[in-house]
């Protein structure tokens, strides 16, 4: 595999190049698939925790968001 890494690096051809984040990322691809471990569930509840927090850019108070006068402590059935 390393011999095409250097075959790819030589030839300078732009589409080729890509391949070496490959050789970058290998020993952690190995990794997984030796190991059978990852940080998929990190790395998705950090991806949640910035959509939310685009989805909430700009919102300056709860109230806003809920509805005019409503308040997250106030009972559903008043």
Known sequence: MHTFYEQVEESRIPKFMT?????????????????????????GLKNLTKVMKGDAFGVRALRFVLGRGSSPFTPLNQ
């Not at 970058?24 to 190995?30: I, N, R, S, V």
Request: hydrophobic residues 35%.
């Open 19 to 43: 391949i070496l984040t490959y050789r970058d990322w290998e020993t952690e691809m190995l990794n997984r698939l030796e190991f059978g471990h990852s940080n998929e569930l990190v790395e």
